[in-house]
């Protein structure tokens, strides 16, 4: 018998992943969406499997996902952030590990505002880690559901070109998404103001340009990054009007893509500065349905580690 | 009889008198009285054998935090002295950056007293520029001299006021202290927290841009042009910063420079395959190749002036936050020597001579201080080196009170083999 594909304990980033995992991560979640369809949303799945969702950064949509994932398995979730936490910043990784660890859970979804804080926690603590997003650095199951949603749309990711519009510097969307996408075979492009682009930024691995109609042009998918408002203050743009006017997707722009090209976006969105309202509402824009593909994905990542961590004994639903 | 000794047999290595082979040094009274063939010492003079090691000067670290007063849970003056004897430090130069400030001479008094207490190394005192490191109000250059005070720096944060600077720079003229300045322009290094490059972009990590150092230096050189005063520029980290250095000083600017251990050999790609240990992490940030490269040619070239360790110790907690939130700095007193010679001095990057230039010799003149050299007058203050000892650097084994350290594991060829100062040979508890 061949190994099984998929042997890891946490999911840290898309880097570590190879495209066999990645396509074994998607397939999963394939039988995963049909639950949100019946009558009683909810498989047996993580019965009796405690899962931490560690949110050391304000979430909504995030934690949110997680959580209906985590419910709809059957898990038992605890929630924890900032706000409501004694796990405070100041507080070491040991005596964070630690205190984590005291409660025994199987898993533990981490957001956190500095880069590898969910890669140090893991190599501190017996549970499996998911990395729901370490400051710019990676945001795995948002690039794994991005992928799974264009795969849905367009049936392959291979050959895709695919544009990514926005706050490069700032952004583990991007980050996570440029590793996902090229693995599996896309051409993609990301695109933004020059003081929104990293140092070097090549090295993420796509085509760099730095006009919107230059990033869309015979573009398969387009997806568009908020606007961090807060970035006004470091000079990063001078106005949200002047962003969308040189930086916005409206219709007339997206015509420069190939007709039925999808527009994204990891939300929330911004209307009226990086995205016009009749694009995001239009009929190409598929982003509801990379929220609800969500929770298939983040459902697929759960079972699977939880599957790698006790032996897989879960059953499918 | 205290602070008298020969030492024999060694390999005497002094620059300052172009001496590199076997020689005897005799040390009366604390100072070095005969170097040269073997001498009959008078009665009841102590030897020291030195068959087979390479005797040199006193190293002298001109950048070290000692911690104390005010941090002593992270290093005091007795156990910063200690790694520095460890080390083959026969001296170290104490940053500002306690708590309180040094920027009174009682602070310097204390300091010194404290050293002379523990007996390991001399200690000389940096005092601040400005009152409590916040960059309004100079400090008293002159007190501070008086009480053993030998430069004065903000160290931990840069002198940020171009007019400030520049007064300092003036009235430091009175005192002939050179004026030593930690180059960091604050609004571009902004919360950057690695070199801003290839890697932090991998990382999603914010940058610190070399411009940061360059501008910071550009602007001082054209002050230190302006007023005559004395700057050295204190653990330089850039290509640009260092040809910088170089115009300003074929102009005859009074400007010298010291890079750390960790910039020549470390850049921003080990920090990333570390996976972001926050042992390394520190200001200025590990840099490009590009920019360790030059500070290597820089070396060898005779641009640099100075290497020194920045020894900066923090508590073993404060080091297991993550990379962003730990503090910046590492300890280097009982690591340089070591990653010296194997990485310089063994590669043929420099000779042993420059290389003694380099820790002791030039340290004294920037500072004005004795040693740097054993010719008959000078303290008799000498470093012992084994050239051919092979150490693994051990954490755990350092007399430093913190780890932080990214040379962890690394097998290193030479290695401190004893220090003497003022004739007296210091034996480690």
């Given at each position: 018998?061949?190994?099984?594909?998929?042997?890891?304990?946490?999911?840290?980033?898309?880097?570590?992943?190879?495209?066999?995992?990645?396509?074994?991560?998607?397939?999963?979640?394939?039988?995963f969406?049909?639950?949100?369809?019946?009558?009683?949303?909810?498989?047996?799945?993580?019965?009796?499997k405690?899962?931490?969702n560690?949110?050391?950064?304000?979430s909504?949509?995030?934690s949110?996902?997680?959580?209906?994932?985590e419910?709809?398995?059957?898990?038992?979730?605890?929630?924890?952030?900032?706000?409501?936490?004694?796990?405070?910043?100041?507080?070491?990784?040991?005596?964070?590990?630690?205190n984590?660890e005291?409660?025994?859970?199987?898993l533990?979804?981490?957001r956190?505002?500095?880069?590898?804080?969910?890669?140090?926690?893991?190599?501190?603590?017996?549970?499996?880690?998911?990395?729901?997003?370490?400051?710019?650095?990676?945001?795995?199951?948002q690039?794994?559901?991005?992928?799974?949603?264009?795969?849905?749309?367009k049936?392959?990711?291979?050959?895709?070109?695919?544009?990514?519009?926005?706050?490069?510097?700032?952004?583990?969307?991007?980050?996570?998404?440029?590793?996902?996408?090229?693995?599996?075979?896309?051409?993609?492009?990301?695109?933004?103001?020059?003081?929104?682009?990293?140092?070097?930024?090549?090295?993420?691995?796509?085509?760099?340009?730095?006009?919107?109609?230059?990033?869309?042009?015979?573009?398969?998918?387009?997806?568009m990054?908020?606007?961090q408002?807060?970035?006004q203050?470091?000079?990063?743009?001078?106005?949200?009007?002047?962003?969308?006017?040189?930086?916005?997707?409206?219709?007339?722009?997206?015509?420069?893509?190939?007709?039925?090209?999808?527009?994204?976006?990891?939300?929330?969105?911004?209307?009226?500065?990086?995205?016009?309202?009749?694009?995001?509402?239009?009929?190409?824009?598929?982003?509801?349905?990379?929220v609800?593909?969500?929770?298939?994905?983040?459902?697929?990542?759960?079972?699977?580690?939880?599957?790698a961590?006790?032996?897989?004994?879960?059953?499918?639903? | 009889?205290?602070?008298?000794l020969?030492?024999?047999?060694?390999?005497?290595?002094?620059?300052?008198?172009?001496?590199d082979?076997?020689?005897?040094?005799?040390?009366?009274?604390?100072?070095?009285t005969?170097?040269?063939?073997?001498t009959?010492?008078?009665?009841?003079?102590?030897?020291?054998?030195?068959?087979?090691?390479?005797?040199?000067?006193?190293?002298?670290?001109?950048h070290?935090?000692?911690?104390?007063?005010?941090?002593?849970?992270?290093?005091?003056?007795?156990?910063?002295?200690?790694?520095?004897?460890?080390?083959?430090?026969?001296?170290?130069?104490?940053?500002?950056?306690?708590?309180?400030?040094?920027?009174?001479?009682?602070?310097?008094?204390?300091?010194?007293?404290?050293?002379?207490?523990?007996?390991?190394?001399?200690?000389?005192?940096?005092?601040?520029?400005?009152?409590?490191?916040?960059?309004?109000?100079?400090?008293?250059?002159?007190?501070?001299?008086?009480?053993?005070?030998?430069?004065?720096?903000?160290?931990?944060?840069?002198?940020?006021?171009?007019?400030?600077?520049?007064?300092?720079?003036?009235?430091?003229?009175?005192?002939?202290?050179?004026?030593?300045?930690?180059?960091?322009?604050?609004?571009?290094s902004?919360?950057?927290?690695?070199?801003?490059?290839?890697?932090?972009?991998?990382?999603?990590?914010e940058g610190?841009?070399?411009?940061?150092?360059?501008?910071?230096?550009?602007?001082?050189?054209?002050?230190?042009?302006?007023?005559?005063?004395?700057?050295?520029?204190?653990?330089?980290?850039?290509a640009?910063?260092?040809?910088?250095?170089?115009?300003?000083?074929?102009?005859?600017?009074?400007?010298?420079?010291?890079?750390?251990?960790?910039?020549?050999?470390?850049?921003?790609?080990?920090?990333?395959?570390?996976?972001?240990?926050?042992?390394?992490?520190?200001?200025?940030?590990?840099?490009?190749?590009?920019?360790?490269?030059?500070?290597?040619?820089?070396?060898?070239d005779?641009?640099?002036?100075?290497?020194?360790?920045?020894?900066?110790?923090?508590h073993?907690d404060?080091?297991?936050?993550?990379?962003?939130?730990?503090?910046?700095?590492?300890?280097?007193?009982?690591?340089?020597?070591?990653?010296?010679?194997?990485?310089?001095?063994?590669?043929?990057v420099?000779?042993?001579?420059?290389?003694?230039?380099?820790?002791?010799?030039?340290?004294a003149?920037?500072?004005?201080?004795?040693?740097?050299?054993?010719?008959?007058?000078?303290?008799?203050?000498?470093?012992?080196?084994d050239?051919?000892?092979?150490?693994?650097v051990?954490?755990?084994?350092?007399?430093?009170?913190?780890?932080?350290?990214?040379?962890?594991?690394?097998?290193l060829?030479g290695?401190?083999?004893?220090?003497?100062?003022?004739g007296?040979?210091?034996?480690?508890?």
């Amino acid at each position: 018998m061949s190994e099984p594909v998929w042997q890891r304990g946490d999911l840290l980033g898309v880097a570590e992943l190879s495209t066999a995992e990645i396509l074994h991560v998607l397939d999963t979640a394939e039988s995963f969406v049909e639950v949100a369809a019946r009558p009683i949303k909810k498989v047996p799945t993580l019965r009796g499997k405690t899962v931490i969702n560690l949110f050391f950064e304000p979430s909504t949509r995030t934690s949110s996902s997680f959580e209906i994932a985590e419910k709809r398995l059957s898990a038992d979730n605890i929630n924890f952030s900032t706000s409501s936490s004694s796990l405070s910043k100041g507080e070491t990784l040991l005596d964070t590990a630690r205190n984590l660890e005291a409660m025994a859970p199987d898993l533990v979804v981490i957001r956190h505002a500095h880069p590898r804080v969910p890669h140090a926690l893991a190599e501190r603590i017996a549970a499996g880690v998911i990395n729901a997003g370490d400051g710019a650095h990676e945001h795995p199951t948002q690039a794994l559901l991005d992928a799974f949603t264009i795969r849905r749309r367009k049936g392959r990711v291979e050959g895709l070109k695919i544009a990514i519009v926005g706050d490069v510097a700032h952004s583990r969307v991007v980050r996570s998404n440029v590793l996902c996408l090229t693995r599996l075979g896309a051409d993609v492009t990301v695109a933004g103001p020059r003081t929104m682009m990293p140092e070097e930024p090549e090295s993420l691995g796509a085509r760099v340009v730095y006009s919107l109609e230059e990033a869309i042009e015979g573009a398969d998918v387009v997806m568009m990054l908020r606007v961090q408002l807060e970035r006004q203050a470091r000079a990063s743009f001078p106005s949200e009007r002047e962003y969308f006017e040189f930086f916005g997707l409206t219709a007339e722009r997206l015509r420069g893509a190939r007709d039925e090209a999808i527009i994204m976006h990891p939300g929330p969105i911004n209307r009226g500065i990086e995205i016009a309202s009749d694009v995001a509402d239009g009929p190409w824009s598929v982003i509801l349905e990379q929220v609800a593909n969500g929770v298939a994905v983040r459902m697929a990542v759960l079972y699977l580690l939880a599957g790698a961590k006790s032996g897989a004994d879960g059953t499918m639903p | 009889m205290s602070g008298s000794l020969v030492i024999r047999g060694g390999r005497v290595v002094d620059p300052t008198q172009e001496l590199d082979g076997p020689a005897d040094i005799l040390i009366e009274g604390g100072r070095v009285t005969a170097c040269g063939p073997a001498t009959d010492p008078p009665d009841g003079v102590g030897e020291l054998d030195a068959a087979g090691l390479v005797v040199a000067p006193g190293l002298i670290d001109m950048h070290v935090h000692l911690r104390e007063p005010g941090q002593e849970y992270k290093e005091t003056i007795e156990t910063g002295t200690l790694a520095a004897a460890a080390g083959g430090f026969t001296a170290v130069a104490c940053m500002p950056n306690t708590e309180p400030v040094n920027d009174d001479p009682s602070l310097t008094e204390f300091m010194l007293k404290h050293a002379e207490r523990a007996g390991w190394a001399r200690v000389y005192p940096i005092a601040a520029v400005s009152r409590g490191l916040e960059g309004r109000e100079l400090t008293e250059f002159g007190a501070q001299r008086r009480a053993g005070a030998v430069a004065v720096s903000d160290d931990g944060r840069p002198v940020w006021s171009a007019a400030l600077m520049r007064q300092a720079l003036r009235y430091a003229r009175h005192f002939d202290l050179p004026v030593i300045q930690h180059a960091e322009e604050l609004a571009l290094s902004g919360d950057g927290v690695m070199h801003e490059g290839r890697f932090s972009t991998r990382l999603g990590v914010e940058g610190i841009p070399g411009a940061a150092d360059d501008v910071m230096v550009s602007r001082d050189l054209l002050l230190t042009a302006d007023t005559g005063g004395r700057y050295h520029l204190a653990h330089m980290s850039t290509a640009r910063s260092l040809d910088l250095i170089r115009a300003a000083r074929a102009d005859g600017h009074r400007v010298t420079c010291e890079v750390s251990a960790h910039h020549l050999l470390l850049t921003d790609e080990d920090v990333f395959d570390s996976g972001l240990d926050p042992n390394f992490k520190m200001h200025p940030p590990l840099r490009s190749a590009a920019d360790r490269e030059a500070l290597v040619g820089g070396l060898a070239d005779g641009s640099i002036d100075a290497i020194a360790s920045d020894h900066a110790p923090h508590h073993p907690d404060e080091k297991e936050l993550d990379f962003v939130a730990s503090p910046n700095g590492i300890i280097g007193l009982e690591t340089t020597l070591s990653l010296c010679l194997d990485r310089l001095v063994s590669q043929g990057v420099i000779g042993l001579a420059r290389l003694v230039e380099l820790l002791s010799t030039a340290p004294a003149r920037i500072l004005g201080v004795p040693g740097g050299s054993l010719a008959p007058g000078s303290p008799g203050d000498v470093t012992l080196i084994d050239l051919e000892r092979e150490v693994e650097v051990d954490p755990a084994t350092f007399r430093s009170r913190s780890r932080n350290t990214p040379f962890a594991g690394w097998e290193l060829r030479g290695a401190p083999a004893g220090t003497v100062v003022g004739g007296r040979v210091i034996e480690l508890s």
